[in-house]
């Protein structure tokens, strides 16, 4: 289920998205019983960002702790550390690079999303979707201003992670 957005088509991924909790199928229709509509809505919008960027984040937190040395863990834990105490001091220490790494790297991505949020959340409309609707109805010179908005919007959190990221005593 992790790699299932980075193995599928993004507009295939929102089919899929929509068929098991669109408004018509079984889930959806539960669950808008109970008031919560997981399509064209703020939720839907921001769920269908996380699902397709989740696989970036996962696979380079999952990276950055089978980086981090056993060895240095198994010290803490013989100097009377016990496992939590050894995860905030040791490992979450040394896994801080890749897991800023990774949350820059899914930020982008959500950011950048245009498939599963075209079909699960055509409204609200997203940069990228809004993008394309202004190229599709008013040309070219009409995107210039949002993708501006959009560079503005998507690149400083992961310039300001990486500058961060870099300092000592980051968490």
């Known amino acids: 289920l992790l790699l299932l957005p980075l193995l599928t088509p993004p507009l295939a991924m ?3 998205l929509s068929s098991f909790y669109g408004p018509y199928s079984p889930v959806g229709g539960l669950l808008s019983q109970a008031g919560l509509y997981l399509t064209n809505t703020a939720p839907a919008f921001v ?18 702790f089978e980086g981090v040395p056993e060895e240095l863990e198994q010290i803490s834990r013989t100097l009377g550390r ?5 995860f905030w001091r040791v490992t979450l220490p040394l896994a801080r690079l890749g897991l ?6 899914a930020w982008v991505r959500a950011m950048g999303e245009f498939g599963i949020v075209l079909i699960v959340a055509y409204f609200p409309q997203g940069i990228p979707v809004k993008l394309w609707v202004n190229l599709e109805d008013m040309g070219l010179s ?26 000592q005593g980051m968490f």
């Open 142 to 167: 009409t995107v210039y201003p949002l993708l501006w908005v959009f560079f503005l919007v998507a690149v400083p959190l992961p310039l300001w992670l990486g500058l961060r990221s870099r300092r």
């Open 100 to 105: 800023t790494a990774g949350v820059a790297l």
């Open 14 to 16: 929102g089919i899929l």
């Open 82 to 86: 016990n496992r939590w105490q050894t």
């Open 47 to 64: 769920l269908a960002q996380v699902y397709g960027a989740m696989p970036y984040y996962v696979l380079a937190a999952r990276a950055a």
